[in-house]
């Protein structure tokens, strides 16, 4: 009886430690993508900022680029412009891949999506691309391509969908909608489930055009072990890694590490301390990938 007790504690133990490296040998896979994000605060973009995004895709002669429009009321409109400004960059061929008209059970189109070099998410409603692709092959098929080495870029709403825990923009203490929130309220942010590429960074875009400070803050409030990053308009990161380098016309915002947070009994959000930084273009940001 002793004997089969040590034994049985030692298989417990192996497959404890099995499981164990497992779990971070998945984390490590997360954190180890060959791919990069290249993540658009909305507005304008630029043809500088056009051609920064096909050299960091580093697009081959047999290379092929996915535009994925689920975002945006005006998928046809929207594909034909970012088309028209990837042609004046880069020869290689652009598809437009529709999957609120088509089915993200098709393995021809999902295992493209999966082959592509550069994945671009137009602009629009953050909410409507994810209930298009959350828990579909669709979803697998983006994580893989930028497994392998894609380049997964994003506008706007394509921006937003990069986090674990999207801003879906509905406030929770506000029945009104609001470009940014008039208050700074514990518990006032609705997040949603996003792609993920970004497990511990919260991403807020069209950040100074619209003045979306308190959004953000409130945001990193509910989640305060994470660093928010506020893009402008006709700007990005370039993210490989922990690192996130500034591109484009305007400002990029960090914020991290609250200290000493006191909820108050009125759900005011009060800090006493908080880390703040401001960069542009060619700045670089560290972040939790």
Known sequence: MKGK???SLGLKTVLSILLCVGLMQCASAQNSAKGSLFIIGGGNRSDALIKQLVSTAGLGSKDYIIVLPMASE?????????????KRETNATIRNFDFNHHSTQDKKWTDSVA?????YILGGDQNHFMKAVLGTPVYTAIHE????GATIAGTSAGAAVMSRYMITGKQLQEQKYKETFDRLWHHNIEFA???GLLKQTIIDQHFLKRSRYNRLISALADKPDYICVGIDEGTAIIVKGDRATVAGESQVLRFALPQKAVKASDQLI???TLEMGIFTAGDVIRIKP
Do not use: H, V
């Open 74 to 86: 005006q998928p046809d409109t929207g594909f034909k412009y970012i088309s028209q400004q990837l």
């Open 5 to 7: 007790g040590i034994l």
């Open 270 to 272: 009060s800090f006493k």
């Open 115 to 119: 082959g592509a070099k550069l994945i």
């Open 193 to 195: 489930e996003g792609l």
């Open 145 to 148: 391509a930028y497994q392998k």
